[in-house]
Every structure is written in C-alpha cells, then in structure tokens.
C-alpha cells in the first residue's frame, strides 16, 4: 500500500535534519575516528555530499539549536546573556527566557507551505508553556524542552519532562528511564521509532514533511540500550555513537523501502563540538583545539553530511564552508519557501553547492556570548579574542582543551587581540601557528577580513537578551499533562527572578 | 600485447609496497585529513582493506626500513645506537654503520625464490658499498642512499647521489633539482615512471616482482613537481601528498590496465609519523599525541591500507595491530617462502587477517634506541618510559609536541615509570588519561602487559650497534660512476672515526 501512495510524490521535498548533541567532527569514521565505528554515516556521506568546513552557530546547544531553526545568529535571535562578557549560556531549567515569538522558525514557515513538522528529541529553546515546539510551528513533538542530565530527585527540584505533542507523558529518571551507573536507555531507539513512524504516516497522508530529529544520547550522561551495550571500542561514548549510527542507518532505509528516498533531502550534523571537559566521556574533534564552549574549531567544526540521491551526486565532498543557519535557508529555498526580508539572515542557501559542488566565499562570526570572538574567511582565521575557562574554574579540574595548550591562545583570561591573531587553517587546521602580523600574508588578509567585520558590525542590532533571567518558580513543576497518568504535577516555589550564573 | 602476455599469469603473486616519508596517520582523506585531498588513496582504501591500527617499528626513517626490511626490530638488527640512552639515530652521511650482511632480507629471499626486485627511491640502510640495495637482494634501483636534504654544497660535503642500479647516475641539486626555495622537483613523477615500467617489464617478463616504491616528496625539503604546485588547501605538504596520491592512483590503474591487479598484493603505508616540530610544513597525526621521533602514537601509528581486488574483499576495516615488520612475513607467506627460523622475527603473517578479516592479539613493543619505551596489547598502552626531546633542544625551539602538553607524559626528561603509566586507545587515543594504577582495570591489565614484556626480554640478543660510529671520509664522495658523464668523483677527507652525536 505504501509504494503505492508514494508514487503521488509531493512536489514539495520532505527534510530530515538529524542533529546531534555534543558530537565531534572527529567523531565519524569517514571524519577519521580512528575505530571506524560508523558504517552507516560512512555509507551515508558516500552515496551523498560531505562537508569538512560545516560549522555550528554557537559552541553550546540552546544558542546553537535557536540559530538553527531561525537562521540567525544567537546574538540576533536572542539567545545570548549581557550578565558577563563572552560567557556562554543556554537554557536550564531555571531560565526564564526561550525563543521570541518575534523570531520567524523553519518550522513556522514550512507548515505555512504545506508541511506538516515534528520534532524528535531535544528543544532545549526555552521550557515554559509560550515557549515550547507546537507554539512554534511544529505540528507533533516527542522528546524534552531540556538537556538530560540531572536532577536525579523530584521533590526539590523537578526532573525533566518528556513530552508527547502539547502534553508531558512522564519524566526522565520515572517513566522514562536512564540507569545512572550503566548508562542504559531506550530512549534512542524511541527517537528512531518516533521517526520511522512519522515518516511513514506523512508517506500515506501523501504530505510533505520536516523531521527534526535531535536525539542527545551523547550528550553527558551518555546512554545506550542493551544492543549496543559495551559493543564499542571507546567506552559508553561510543556504544552511543554506535546506536545513533545504526539509527541514521534504520531512517535512511526506511526513506527508500518507502521509495521516497528520490524526493527527500537529509542533512545530518551536530550542534556543538564535543565536550572534552567530559575526558573519556567525549567525543572526539579530530585535529582540532579544544571543544564544547570555545570558539575554536573544535567547539563549532561539526560532522556535517548531505544525502538526496538522484539530487546531489553520490561520493562529493565540498569545501563550502556552512553553518546550521545554512539549514533554514536551503530548506526554504528547496520548499519554494520565501526568506524574511524584514531582519537580517546568517543563513545562505546551499542548493547550487549541493546540486552543483558550487563555492562561494562567505565570513563565519564565532560569538561566544555577547562578543564577536573570531571570524573566518576562506581559509583563514582571525581572533579578535581568545578565552577558555575562567583559571578558578580550570584549578578546580574543568578543562576545556585537555592535552592542548598554545601560548597565547589557550588564554583562561579574556584577551583582546589587537592587532588580531590569524591563522590558516588549511595548513594549520589545530589553530597553533599564529601569522604573524609583520608578514605581507597577514597584511594581504587582515584587511580583507576587517572589512567583512565592519560590515558585519554596521548591520548588528543584538536582540533582546533571553538568558539573563533566572527563576526557581519557572522550572518543570506542572507542565501540562501532569495531572494525567502517574505524572505528577509538583508545587512551585515562590517567584524569585534574580539574574543567572554563568560560569564561562 | 600486454594484456595477452599477462594471461599467463605467474603462480606466485606480485608485490608492490608503497611506503612514504614522514607521512601521518592523519594525512589521508579517509583518515581525517580536513581538506580530503587523497581521493586514490581513500578509493584504494573503499577497494580493499584499512588498517587504522597499524605501526612502524620505529618513530625514524632508517630504524624504520630496516625493520620492515628485515622483519625485525631495530634493536635486533642493529639499527639503533648506544651511545646515548633511548636516543633516536638514522644514517646520515657520516654514518659508518649499515645493514648488516647477517640479517636475511625480504627482498633476499624473494629473490631466492624467483621474484625480481626493485627499490624507487629512498634506501637509508646505510650508503658505503657493501650496504647498498644491489648488495641486498635488489635487482634493480632508482633513488638514493640518504636523505635528501642538504648539504647543498658539493666541495666540502658531498651531495647525495642518486642512483641507478649500481653506479650513480647523478646527484641532488646538480642533475637532480630540487629548488631550495620553491619546491619544484620532478622526482616523484621520476619515482612514478620508474615503478610503472617496471611493472610493464616484469608483466611482459611473466616473472613475479617485488617492487618497494618509497618517494621521500613528503619528507623536508617538501618538493613537488609543476602540475601540483600550489594545488592544495594545506600548502607544499599537500601539494607533495596530492601528487604522491596521484601516483599510486595512476600505478593502480597500471595494474588494471596490464589485468595483473588480482594477482598483485599492494600495501600503503609511512616510515613514521609526521614530523609535527616542522610545523606547518609537516603532515598530520590525526588525533594522535606528538609525532616523529617519539614513542608516543603520532610517532608510529600509520596510515595503512591493503588492497588486492579479487582476494581481499572491498570496504573492509581491519583492527588487527599491525606493524611495518609484519610485511616482511606476509609477503614471505603470500610467496610461499618460509620465514626463517634461526632468529627471532617480529613481524606475523596478516594472511588471514587479509582474506578474512581475523583478528589475533599479538603485542607492540615501542623502541627507541636501545631502550624499550612501550607496549601496546590489545587496546592498552603502557608506558616504562616517558621521553620527547632534552629540554636544551627544546627551549631552542625543537618541538615534538607542538601544542601538546601532558603533564608526566610529555617529558623533557627520560623518566621511567614505575607502576608504568597506562592508557586506553580506544577511549583516549591521545594519551591523556592514564588509568591510575590502584583502579581494578590497571591491576587487571597490567600483569598481562607485564608478562609479555617478560617474555620479550627473556628472548632479546641485541644486534650489534650500527650507528654508534661516523666519520666524514664514509661520506659520498666517490660512489661508483662518479667517473662516468657529469658526475664528479670527489676527495675524500682523512678518516677520523668518532663517536656519531644524537640530540635527542
Ligand atoms: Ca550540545
Ligand atoms: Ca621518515
């Protein structure tokens, strides 16, 4: 019956954007994991479209997930703090802020067009009742507003929903169970089952469809159900990586065993780099310095795979250099699908890179925070500023970049370079050969690139902080649903909004 | 003509062994490499079979080859000196040592048994008469004895020939250029035609061939030749890699134009790693620590792959640990020549592991000079010793580990470990995080590598020394045919035998 309806193709193409939480660049065996333990990806970026420049807009999930579905920069969309300079932050449980209604989303506009839009997994864009997903454009939801990991206890401090649509439907640690000493979870094979049904069902309704699918088993604490338990040769890190694999796999065979493999683009990257804090525990970032949190290339230079037989030639790898903006825009343009011309748009369309291995030049802005840290340009990179951890933070054992340091990069303090530092990174790709700014290579560039940050700066008019207000009373009480079931609606605190923390 | 000829096809199978300079682990697409400039390599890769845990026997050049050569380590061969605890040594011009007659060749016993061989390029077992190819099991040569940098200057240090068979036909920087400051040179294609016609030759001979085809373009002075000049994204080193991937691409498509590919075995493999204190000149380690002349994994873990369509199936990954000396006892197995029996030979025979994918435990013993450093088994490393350069060189700005920094690990002095420090490179392929040795999993471990190491030393007879002693009358003065054509026979100095100094 399915081969049959699918043969009334939708004009429109179906998406699958497949994001990742902390996974590394060097994280995938065709990115040179060194115990090659995805076949699958592997098998994907063969038959599709590879991208070694692919960048995150944001080294940590909440900024870097708003960007994502805004196609805007975090400092434009709002998800930033002015509490401290250049300090990440995102959106826990206590945070008062989440996605403007203000901000124009993928998914808003897609369901406009026509399609019908589900999230699989994390939001991680703001956790009270006006920000959650179907108040943003997407049709169905299975998944959490926040990150995984703690609290562990639900009477101080509410564990995490999970959420089925508008509803929660229990809570992580209660009805849906990560083991906190074996890592053991189902919940991916629950992602990939929510996928492959929703794919199936917009196969029958004959409609086009966009799938976020976000699950975050690698990110801290990392888990895995029982198949793939101890199977890796790198630890839980990699058991993990192993089941998502697999799952990429399970998402692309269902695409042809429906035959709509023809007529539906997947993209699969990650959101931040990988956490090297985590030690053992993370993943990895190949060649790259530091991790999860800076702006070097190894906090935002992300696995990044294009897939779309029949459209984009098999076994391509492009240098364009991309960015998860980049998603918003070419999934609008591939749908037919205006752009806002009311506010500036980081995002390019990819579309003539994907069918045609075009390149085009374009800047990348590295915030971190409020402030423009580092900006690349073709190959090269310059930093405006270079900062890691607070050094209170990095004694007591947080590392950022553990094994790496490089004078006068690696700074615990917050410098300001000027003039900035410059690197290639086609020749230096771990950032530890600075130019140096007497060279006719360094005065070639730097104003090539200071011109693209001028014109950067004249355009910027920062959104309205989101992440600056913190409050006890806005956590996960009572979200929906709780009165339903064995959920349990908890009481709330009394409201103490004061402003966040935000260590680094 | 050709292809009627290779109908009759030789019982024994063809060898080919690729082996570059200083090359990396990291320096293939299908290893990491960012800028995925190896498309022959990664295809020879998608072919046959990739070893991503595979070793040279020592983290220098000379050390290296005569291992793989010999099947043995160099503290068995005698490559290695003692006139400095656990310092590394090769053959320079003024080295007096070479390969000894003692040790039993690969390229002897093939040659026994009815092969034909002949070495393209690099030698570096020594450069006085009695050490070079055609005394060695060779039947034919095209290269050089040394390294190909300097001296540049032909009346107080001779250049380095380059040979043709026997007699010199002509020498660095005089008949065969290579421009000092742009890196232009014709050598690697030279190195390329040499390997083809040979192939031709022995195609239309119908007599099996061992060609050991070993370009140094990757070594410093980089050098490359017009048509990959300033091709890459990564600079000389990846303009020297994309013309050295060039040339194995176009010397497998000689195997398939001639029909021979499935009677021919070709691997593809470093020396050592990437000479990572060259900085931006030199290759990558991938995710590995430090580089070129140390113990650690970026200084032998190699880029390696297999392949032989027809026998070893395509897109397989091995994890079988391997090393440089195991090609000595394969192709000896694959020949059907027995390996011999009245020494100790460290390499294995990856015969089954080619055809079938088996893996065997077998452990790594990491050298350097006369001192056992570390041992690989299974997926532990462990660590007796501890050792980058002396911290003289090193505050003169020799770096092994740039950018790298691993408090206890990356020392400046020879520290021995005792517990020995012990990692897993599965989890931590860099060496970051060593297990602490009052963990169940250290104590577990540790007998086990204990024991091996037990074992191994019960059974070493350290070979005699070859690169203890230099003197400046050994050098190239007068090598044969320097009397024939442009070649010029210089004088040699009288001999003064000393101690040869190793810094580090
Ligand atoms: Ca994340
Ligand atoms: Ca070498």
Same mark, same amino acid.
């Given at each position: 019956?399915?081969?049959?309806?699918? !043969?009334?193709?939708?004009?429109?193409?179906?998406f699958?954007?497949?994001?990742?939480?902390?996974?590394?660049?060097?994280?995938l065996?065709?990115?040179?994991e060194p115990?090659?333990?995805?076949?699958?990806?592997?098998?994907? &970026? @063969?038959?599709g479209? =590879?991208?070694?420049?692919?960048?995150?807009?944001?080294?940590?999930c909440?900024?870097?997930?708003a960007?994502?579905?805004?196609?805007?920069?975090?400092?434009?969309?709002?998800?930033y703090?002015?509490? +401290?300079?250049?300090?990440?932050?995102?959106?826990?449980?206590?945070?008062?802020?989440?996605?403007?209604?203000?901000?124009?989303?993928?998914?808003?506009?897609?369901?406009?067009?026509?399609?019908?839009?589900?999230?699989v997994?994390?939001?991680? =864009?703001?956790?009270?009742?006006?920000?959650?997903?179907?108040?943003?454009? #997407?049709?169905?939801?299975?998944? @959490?507003?926040?990150?995984?990991?703690?609290?562990?206890?639900?009477i101080?401090t509410p564990?995490?929903?999970?959420?089925?649509?508008?509803?929660?439907?229990?809570?992580?640690?209660?009805? #849906?169970?990560?083991?906190?000493?074996?890592?053991?979870?189902?919940?991916?094979?629950?992602?990939?089952?929510?996928?492959?049904?929703?794919?199936?069902?917009?196969?029958?309704?004959?409609?086009? #469809?966009?799938?976020?699918?976000?699950?975050?088993?690698?990110?801290?604490? *990392?888990?895995?159900?029982?198949?793939?338990?101890?199977?890796?040769?790198?630890? $839980?890190?990699g058991? &993990?990586?192993?089941?998502?694999?697999?799952?990429?796999g399970?998402?692309?065979?269902?695409? %042809?065993?429906?035959?709509?493999?023809?007529?539906?683009?997947?993209?699969?990257?990650?959101?931040?780099?990988?956490?090297?804090?985590a030690? +053992?525990? @993370?993943?990895?970032?190949?060649?790259?310095?530091?991790?999860?949190? +800076?702006?070097?290339?190894?906090?935002?230079?992300?696995?990044a795979?294009?897939w779309?037989?029949?459209?984009?030639?098999?076994?391509?790898?492009?240098?364009?250099?991309?960015? /998860?903006?980049?998603?918003?825009?070419?999934?609008?343009?591939?749908a037919?699908?205006?752009?806002?011309?009311?506010?500036?748009?980081?995002?390019?369309? *990819?579309?003539?890179?994907?069918?045609?291995?075009a390149?085009v030049?374009?800047?990348? #802005?590295?915030?971190?925070?409020?402030?423009?840290?580092?900006?690349? =340009?073709?190959?090269y990179?310059?930093?405006?500023?270079?900062?890691?951890?607070?050094?209170?933070?990095?004694? $007591?054992g947080?590392d950022?970049?553990?094994?790496?340091y490089?004078?006068?990069?690696?700074?615990?303090?917050?410098?300001?370079?000027?003039p900035?530092?410059l690197?290639h =990174?086609?020749r230096?790709?771990?950032?530890k050969?600075?130019i140096?700014s007497? /060279?006719?290579?360094?005065?070639?560039?730097l104003?090539?690139?200071?011109?693209?940050?001028?014109?950067?700066?004249?355009?910027?008019?920062?959104?309205?902080?989101?992440l600056?207000?913190?409050?006890?009373?806005?956590?996960?009480?009572?979200?929906p649903?709780?009165d339903?079931?064995?959920? %349990? !609606?908890?009481? &709330?605190?009394?409201?103490?909004?004061?402003?966040?923390?935000?260590?680094?």
């Open positions: 019956v399915l081969v049959m309806v699918s !043969c009334h193709r939708p004009q429109k193409p179906n699958i954007v497949m994001l990742m939480d902390d996974m590394g660049w060097g994280d065996g065709v990115f040179g115990n090659k333990e995805t076949p699958n990806l592997d098998k994907m &970026a @063969a038959e479209m =590879l991208f070694p420049d692919f960048y995150s807009a944001n080294p940590i909440s900024p870097s997930r960007s994502l579905l805004t196609g805007r920069l975090p400092i434009r969309n709002g998800f703090t002015t509490n +401290t300079h250049a300090h990440d932050s995102y959106t826990p449980q206590i945070i008062m802020g989440g996605i403007p209604d203000s901000e124009i989303l993928l998914s808003e506009l897609l369901g406009e067009a026509g399609y019908r839009n589900k999230i997994g994390k939001w991680h =864009l703001g956790h009270r009742p006006q920000y959650l997903p179907l108040k943003h454009g #997407f049709h169905e939801w299975f998944g @959490a507003p926040n990150c995984h990991f703690g609290p562990y206890d639900d101080n564990n995490i929903p999970v959420y089925r649509d508008a509803e929660m439907s229990g809570r992580y640690y209660e009805q #849906f169970i990560i083991d906190k000493n074996t890592g053991l979870s189902n919940l991916t094979l629950m992602y990939l089952d929510e996928g492959v049904k929703f794919i199936q069902n917009q196969t029958l309704r004959g409609q086009p #469809f966009f799938l976020y699918w976000t699950p975050d088993a690698t990110h801290d604490p *990392l888990y895995v159900s029982e198949k793939f338990y101890q199977t890796s040769r790198r630890g $839980r890190y058991d &993990a990586v192993r089941e998502l694999d697999y799952a990429v399970e998402i692309l065979k269902t695409l %042809k065993l429906l035959d709509i493999e023809k007529n539906t683009f997947v993209f699969f990257t990650s959101d931040n780099g990988a956490a090297t804090y030690k +053992t525990s @993370a993943g990895s970032n190949g060649p790259f310095l530091c991790g999860k949190q +800076t702006t070097f290339e190894g906090g935002v230079r992300e696995p795979i294009a779309w037989p029949g459209t984009i030639p098999a076994g391509q790898v492009s240098h364009q250099v991309g960015s /998860t903006m980049d998603l918003y825009t070419t999934l609008l343009d591939l037919g699908v205006k752009v806002p011309t009311d506010r500036p748009i980081d995002g390019i369309s *990819l579309r003539s890179t994907l069918v045609n291995n390149v030049q374009r800047p990348v #802005f590295y915030y971190r925070g409020n402030e423009l840290i580092a900006v690349r =340009l073709g190959q990179k310059t930093h405006l500023w270079t900062f890691t951890n607070p050094i209170e933070e990095f004694n $007591r947080v950022f970049c553990p094994g790496q490089i004078q006068n990069v690696t700074t615990h303090d917050q410098i300001h370079h000027d900035p530092l690197f =990174l086609g230096d790709p771990g950032e050969y600075f140096k007497h /060279t006719e290579e360094y005065m070639k560039v104003p090539m690139i200071q011109k693209a940050i001028d014109e950067h700066r004249k355009h910027m008019v920062p959104g309205e902080p989101q600056n207000m913190c409050d006890r009373a806005v956590m996960n009480w009572a979200p649903g709780c339903k079931g064995d959920n %349990k !609606c908890l009481t &709330a605190p009394p409201s103490k909004p004061h402003l966040c923390s935000w260590p680094h």
